[in-house]
């Protein structure tokens, strides 16, 4: 059995940002997020310092990093597979839009064909109508009107 040695369980903060191979500020979050916990001494000067086992770190430092990994290879898998599904969306929506453009061209030419064919049956019922109702509508009530005057 290995025996725990008093330099092992006196790493300074320094000596544990060089161990993880993490800046000062990150050691402090993990030290807040109680990640790690080291144990808290009075210094000399009267100053709080941490000082941490070195179990504890190597603990922390390999089983982040493996899990990091993992995670970093699933984000990517996930990435990319949203990248081809963007790549295929977008390729749907060009289509669909390219449809809809088509759709309004067809629907434009109906349009204009009915509005032809519209226009020609109600110019017959305009003849038609004037031929049987001469002398009635807003144009026979002035003819009669000014008929009157003359």
């Known amino acids: 059995m290995k025996k725990v040695s008093e330099a092992d369980n006196n790493i300074t903060f320094p000596e544990a940002c060089k161990i993880l191979k993490k800046s000062k500020r990150s050691l402090s979050r993990y030290i ?3 990640w790690l916990s080291p144990e808290k001494i009075e210094s000399k000067q009267g100053t709080l310092e941490y000082r941490f086992n070195r179990a504890d770190l190597l603990k922390f430092k390999k089983p982040r990093r493996a899990e990091k990994t993992e995670q970093t290879r699933q984000e990517d898998d996930i990435i990319s597979f949203l990248k081809d ?10 289509q669909l839009i390219e449809r809809s453009r088509e759709t309004n061209i067809l629907l434009k030419g109906l349009q204009n064909q009915l509005l032809l064919t519209e226009g020609k049956k109600e110019e017959r019922k305009d003849r038609e109508a004037k031929a049987d109702k001469k002398g009635q509508g807003i144009s026979g009530f002035f003819k009669r009107l000014f008929k009157g005057a003359n």
Do not use: F, T, Y
């Open 32 to 34: 807040k997020n109680g």
């Open 85 to 94: 599904q963007i790549k295929v969306k977008d390729e749907m929506i060009n």
